[in-house]
């Protein structure tokens, strides 16, 4: 098992290269949100700033960074640049679900954790797909193994790749037999390729979240990574906690980044006719108020979901519904959030000198992430009527 503490110092550390990054890492999210292309140099930040290390166990050479952390990291992120955060929140998942929890075996997850540390490789899981949509609602993937000498030939098609032109492997879900198989697909394999049909989408321009098409790609016998049954549950029945959490905080965090926003402007803007900021107006201090309120409601939940799955190992099996309770919660939040911070704003929040309708536009992007509202809940909503069934009656009834 990982790590379940992080240095404060460590933490404060990696916020403060995120703070050093953060007006270039807006400038080039503004430049590829305008042109439709992929956030390759803030990727290249990200490496650079060894971000990718984060949730990498210590005995694997890496910083051992635990949901709780990660999670504020990626909210950091994502007040400048989404796209960069949802791209590493994708990566910290598959990281840190293992790092708690390893499915693998042991030397294939090690053989990862050190293409990660040495070769600063990226990972994403590949498991959308056109017929099936998202695997969170079940079915088995269309994506097709089947066994040849020293490993497996994969063909296949998957959709919503985030940050697919930087990743170095893919995992890959497929039917093996009768059965699911999870592969690590190298992206340099013969036979991946990699299709643009997200340019034109209203929300993350820049995430680079392509088509993978597999033509008979090898794998080989070792990169056989899980195998279970169409009815067996992930992670051995745990709540994905790790997906969860990093999702709610990149959509927090674009909530965050919208506040800061006109609450900027707001202190700025004088016009003529008023003769004074519009941060005086008690309207606009309403409006800034409740985006505030909306987005420490949501925050307190998703953090103390993060602490407690961190700190406290033995809650984690029964966890599900606070996690989708703080993911729902931060979605909605950043919604609400960018819908107040334009109507704050006014004409200027339309036009793009003013980052506020990219905030706008990528927040609704949370709403598809897993689990969407109507699971979260319906979990909560089981969640409560269980607790009650089995709460003892008082005897005044």
């Not at 039917?175 to 209203?202: C, E, K, N, Y």
Request: proline share 7%.
């Amino acid at each position: 098992m990982a790590e379940t503490a992080t240095a404060p110092r460590a933490l404060d550390a990696v916020l403060m290269r995120i703070a050093a990054m953060r007006e270039d890492l807006a400038h080039t999210a503004d430049q590829c949100d305008r042109e439709a292309r992929f956030v390759a140099d803030n990727v290249q930040r990200v490496l650079d700033a060894h971000l990718h290390r984060l949730p990498v166990p210590r005995a694997q050479g890496g910083e051992g960074f635990n949901l709780l952390a990660c999670t504020q990291v990626l909210r950091h992120l994502a007040r400048a640049d989404a796209n960069t955060a949802l791209g590493l929140a994708m990566h910290f998942h598959v990281i840190g679900s293992l790092a708690d929890h390893c499915t693998w075996p042991p030397e294939a997850f090690a053989q990862l954790c050190r293409s990660v540390v040495e070769e600063a490789a990226l990972v994403n899981s590949a498991a959308s797909e056109p017929e099936m949509g998202s695997p969170s609602r079940g079915g088995l993937p269309a994506t097709q193994a089947r066994r040849t000498p020293g490993g497996f030939r994969l063909n296949g098609h998957k959709r919503w790749v985030t940050w697919a032109p930087a990743l170095r492997f893919f995992i890959v879900t497929a039917t093996l037999d009768d059965a699911i198989g999870v592969f690590v697909v190298d992206a340099r394999a013969p036979g991946l390729a990699l299709v643009d049909t997200w340019r034109d989408s209203l929300s993350l321009r820049g995430s680079g979240s392509l088509d993978v098409i597999l033509r008979d790609v090898f794998v080989p016998e070792a990169w056989l990574v899980e195998r279970r049954s169409p009815t067996q549950p992930r992670r051995n029945g745990l709540p994905a906690a790790w997906p969860t959490c990093a999702f709610a905080a990149v959509y927090l965090g674009i909530g965050e980044g919208a506040l800061e926003t006109v609450a900027r402007y707001a202190l700025q803007r004088i016009p003529t006719a008023l003769g004074k900021p519009i941060a005086e107006l008690p309207h606009i201090q309403r409006l800034i108020g409740q985006i505030d309120a909306t987005l420490r409601a949501a925050r307190a939940v998703l953090l103390d979901a993060a602490r407690r799955w961190s700190e406290h190992p033995d809650q984690r099996p029964t966890m599900e519904a606070d996690l989708a309770a703080a993911k729902h919660l931060c979605t909605n939040a950043a919604i609400t959030a960018t819908d107040l911070a334009m109507r704050a704003a006014g004409a200027a929040g339309l036009e793009r000198q003013l980052p506020l309708e990219r905030y706008l536009r990528d927040a609704r992007a949370g709403l598809m992430h897993p689990p969407q509202d109507d699971r979260a809940l319906e979990l909560l909503g089981r969640a409560v009527l269980q607790r009650v069934a089995n709460a003892p009656v008082s005897p005044d009834g």
